[in-house]
């Protein structure tokens, strides 16, 4: 079955028929330049005569253009009859055109003076090698156009599959986040209900977020930014009094910048994970900022690595970051992890470029 390839535009489509016309009126117009001189006078039948190799070059061009390319040549294991095709019809306007010759002359008697005319076979190779320079041109362009419309094809199956992959992300990681957060007030109700009626009151601003806002591919930074202050203030709650936590915001009130939603919490969410002890002093340090080339999410926690037998969380989180990095910023961000001060320490930073182009990257097209 032939693929099905998009419509060309209506810019691209007035483009091509400009181009059409313009290169076909320079061809057709060619007959001027081998009549008579306006002093010896212009006659129709001249003029028409001249007119045939134009006319049958026009004829095998657009034969192929519009019938034999994409109903022979395109259809699968058909290429011997698209050759057969164009073999009879070169043939046959090429003897044509020799007939029409030969009518033309019929009466003209030569000057004793002339030179003998080359032998007629030399016209006729001529001609069938003009008619084959004019099927060249148009198999070209055919091809080079039905390329060009299978890559567009294929740039928007490749789009739309990465659409579903991310939706199918998104619709996993809400899951996987709430569960967290819903542990988190578990733990609270057992030592502190006034805390645990805060917290519920913290999370129903975050479910706004997650269930509303952040349906569209990107959000503004700054929207990211108060749905980060907001989880962080949930965690805060049940944080013990070893515990440091930092948080710093190094963007603009009101940034715009297009950022994929819920792409740093599990950095974040991993952070709260490990580097807390209930019993030995603990630290986060979380830093979110932005200049002219990049948006840069830094976290440093202390590492406090939980056992095997530790069911919290589920632990598909980091690996969800990298499948939505790949899929939304290929080639466009660094994700570098690390541990320092001997493993006491665990570093985690994503780091987002902008593009030279604000518009050859989707990640940083406003929503």
Known sequence: MPMTTPLPTPHRRWLE????????????????????????????????????????????????????????????????????????????????????????FAGFRPHPDD?????????????????????????AIRVSRRLQESEAARREAVKSRTEAELKNLRNQLNPHFLLNTLNNIYALITFDTDKAQQAVQELSKLLRYVLYDNQSLFVPLSKE????????????????????????????PDSQTPIAPLLFISLIENAFKHGIS????????????????????????????????DKSGSGIGLQQVSQRLELLYPGQYRWERSLADGGKTYLSSITLYRP????????????
């Not at 320079?133 to 148009?138: G, R």
């Open 115 to 139: 030179r003998m005319p080359p032998p007629q076979y030399v016209f006729f190779f001529r001609d069938v090698t003009s008619l084959v320079f004019a099927v060249c041109i148009s198999v």
């Open 278 to 309: 209930p019993t030995e002093p603990s630290f986060i340090d979380l830093r979110l900022s932005e200049d002219a080339t990049s948006v840069c999410c830094r976290i440093a926690n202390s590492n406090h690595p939980k056992s095997r037998s």
């Open 225 to 252: 930014a108060d749905f980060i202050r907001n989880y962080i203030e949930l965690m805060r709650i049940r944080l013990p009094a070893q515990v440091s936590l930092e948080a710093r915001f190094d963007i603009q």
């Open 17 to 104: 028929t400009m181009v059409h016309l313009i290169s076909w009126t320079m061809v057709l117009a060619s007959p001027l330049l081998l009549m008579q001189q306006p002093d010896d006078g212009h006659h129709l039948t001249d003029y028409w005569f001249h007119m045939l190799v134009p006319l049958s070059l026009l004829f095998a061009f657009y034969l192929n253009y519009w019938c034999y390319i994409p109903r022979i040549l395109f259809q699968e294991n058909r290429l011997w009859h698209f050759l057969l095709a164009n073999a009879l019809t070169i043939v046959a306007l090429a003897l044509a055109l020799r007939y029409a010759n030969s009518l033309y």
């Open 356 to 367: 030279a182009s604000p518009s050859s990257h989707p990640s940083f097209i406003q929503p």
